[in-house]
């Protein structure tokens, strides 16, 4: 049991490269979502999606795109990256939607720097 | 919209003293829920805590404990017996009704442990 991975773990791009983070979960989790973190923010909410072919813009989509076509992968895309999208983004999952309680787990994060 | 708010972005603690982390929460929703999270240096994003907001008891989890004031807003978390490898950044997290499984972070606070 993997849990949640993500890769690549480091990623430099330069300025209108486009690119795809890849996440994947063994845990047959309805949900998954992705988060960036930059500093003294804390993590804001990109893109998530409550099961295989829907998905929703979160806090900060902008810039990203996103698919759920399997349970396992969701994918974020990177059209036209931009400086601002220097970042380390996360991916997590959590199983049952109708719970508050449900914990998300997180993958080990990517570091991505747009030059 | 929910909204959570860490004032202290950094603290220090004695070896072996408890420490509370502040945080409030700003929603109109009556039914969330408030996480903590551990991210030490190396990086991830390690659960430590739930309350929700119907919980009539705080939280506990080993070392851990959620200081629960509802009519306050306030969720602070206590590590009680700190330790070296507590050092870590920790953020304050908020689920809602109304909003899938999706978490809305506070800013964060560096807590450094002094031996």
């Known amino acids: 049991n993997a849990g949640v991975t993500q890769t690549p773990k480091f990623q430099v791009l330069k300025t209108g490269q486009s690119m795809t983070l890849q996440c994947a979960q063994d845990m047959n989790h309805e949900y998954m979502s992705w988060y960036r973190q930059d500093p003294g923010m804390g993590l804001r909410l990109i893109h998530y999606?409550?099961?295989?072919?829907?998905?929703d813009q979160g806090e900060v989509p902008n810039g990203y795109n996103v698919s759920r076509s399997t349970t396992e992968d969701f994918p974020l895309r990177l059209l036209s990256a931009a400086p601002s999208q220097t970042s380390v983004y996360f991916c997590?999952?959590?199983?049952?939607?109708?719970?508050?309680?449900?914990?998300?787990?997180f993958g080990p994060g990517t570091r991505l720097t747009v030059l | 919209a929910q909204k959570i708010t860490q004032t202290q972005p950094g603290m220090f603690v004695q070896e072996k003293e408890a420490v509370t982390l502040d945080c409030t929460y700003d929603t109109s929703d009556q039914s969330y829920g408030l996480f903590w999270y551990k991210q030490p240096s190396s990086g991830e994003m390690i659960f430590l805590i739930y309350q929700g907001s119907y919980d009539e008891q705080n939280a506990t989890e080993g070392r851990y404990s959620l200081n629960f004031q509802k009519a306050r807003k306030s969720a602070n978390l206590v590590i009680s017996a700190s330790q070296l490898g507590d050092s870590a950044m920790y953020f304050c997290a908020m689920s809602s009704s109304t909003g899938a499984n999706n978490l809305f972070f506070g800013t964060g606070t560096r807590l450094t442990v002094i031996p």
């Open positions: 999606s409550v099961g295989a072919g829907i998905t």
């Open positions: 997590a999952s959590s199983p049952r939607l109708e719970s508050l309680s449900n914990e998300q787990f």
